[in-house]
């Protein structure tokens, strides 16, 4: 589930960061890597949270 609602984001992220008129190629693509980028920290953040936390708990 995690990682179709990561994809999700991406792609919907990417899109609507292409289809804005109103910011450069450059502004374009440092959105598209911090969207990327944030995407990752969530997931190693679910991942820490639901798997790692509840192996030391055990």
Do not use: D, H
Request: glycine share 6%; aromatic share 18%; charged share 15%.
């Amino acid at each position: 589930m995690g990682y179709i609602v990561g994809i999700a984001v991406i792609l919907f992220g990417c899109k609507a960061v292409s289809q804005n008129p109103f910011i450069s190629k450059k502004q374009k693509v440092l959105w598209m890597l911090t969207i990327v980028v944030l995407n990752w920290i969530g997931l190693l953040w679910y991942y820490y949270i639901y798997y790692i936390r509840n192996n030391e708990e055990e």
